[in-house]
T-cell receptor, first 114, second 112 residues
C-alpha cells in the first residue's frame, strides 16, 4: 500500500531534550516536506526536500533541522525543543516538485513540549 | 510572499444542502490551487485542484471555480452528506517554486 508513515504518532517531552520524528514514504517520491498545523493558522511549511541531499527552508524553519540521506526518509529533528513547538506535525511527499503535484500526507505526529 | 485567506472558518449545513468555501490569495504569480480535506485524526487528503488556465473544474458533487482577476477561488459541495463533515483547506502555489501556502481551514459540519 502506498503511504507516508510517521513515528511516533504522539510524543510528550520536556524543554531542551533532543528528539527526532521520522517520516518514510514507499512511493519513490522525490519531494518531501514537513508542516506544522496550529489552530487558526492552517498548515505551515517547515522544511522541504526536492531530492536526496537537497533540502531548503520553508516558512517556519527556526528550531528545526532535517536531513535527506535516502530518498524514502526525511526525519525532522528538534535539537532543543521549546513549548512553542507544541503542535501537530505532518510529513508529506509528492512525485516531483514544481509541477503542482499532489501531496500525500502522513497521519500526523502530535508533539507536546512541557 | 503569498498569503491565503479562507472563509468561513466554520460552516454548518443541513444534509442535502450546498456548501461553499471561499479563498483569496495575494501572489498574482500563483497558478496552482489544490483543496484538501482533513478528517479527524488523519492527514489532509487532496480532493480537487485547479490550475490557472482553467476557470472551473468539477468532480461529481465537488466543484472549484477560479477568478484570476479577483484572485479568489471557491469550493462548492452539492448534495452534502454527513461524511463530508471535515476540515477543508485551500492552498495556492507557484508551480515553478516549491512552496505551497495553505489557508487556515474551514470546519464543515453536515447535520443529518
Amino acid at each position: 500500500e502506498a503511504q507516508v508513515t510517521q513515528n511516533p504518532r504522539y510524543l510528550i517531552t520536556v524543554t531542551g531534550k533532543k528528539l527526532t520524528v521520522t517520516c518514510s514514504q514507499n512511493m519513490n517520491h522525490e519531494y518531501m516536506s514537513w508542516y506544522r498545523q496550529d489552530p487558526g493558522l492552517g498548515l505551515r511549511q517547515i522544511y522541504y526536500s526536492m531530492n536526496v541531499e537537497v533540502t531548503d527552508k520553508g516558512d517556519v524553519p527556526e528550531g528545526y533541522k532535517v536531513s535527506r540521506k535516502e530518498k524514502r526518509n526525511f526525519p525532522l529533528i528538534l535539537e532543543s525543543p521549546s513549548p512553542n513547538q507544541t503542535s501537530l506535525y505532518f510529513c508529506a511527499s509528492s512525485l516531483e516538485a514544481g509541477v503542482g503535484d499532489t501531496q500525500y500526507f502522513g497521519p500526523g505526529t502530535r508533539l507536546t513540549v512541557l | 510572499g503569498e498569503n491565503v485567506e479562507q472563509h468561513p472558518s466554520t460552516l454548518s449545513v443541513q444534509e442535502g444542502d450546498s456548501a461553499v468555501i471561499k479563498c483569496t490569495y495575494s501572489d498574482s504569480a500563483s497558478n496552482y490551487f489544490p483543496w484538501y480535506k482533513q478528517e479527524l485524526g488523519k492527514g489532509p487528503q487532496l480532493i480537487i485542484d485547479i490550475r490557472s488556465n482553467v476557470g472551473e473544474k468539477k468532480d461529481q458533487r465537488i466543484a472549484v471555480t477560479l477568478n484570476k482577476t479577483a484572485k479568489h477561488f471557491s469550493l462548492h459541495i452539492t448534495e452534502t452528506q454527513p461524511e463530508d463533515s471535515a476540515v477543508y483547506f485551500c492552498a495556492a502555489s507557484v508551480t515553478s517554486y516549491d512552496k505551497v501556502i495553505f489557508g487556515p481551514g474551514t470546519s464543515l459540519s453536515v447535520i443529518p
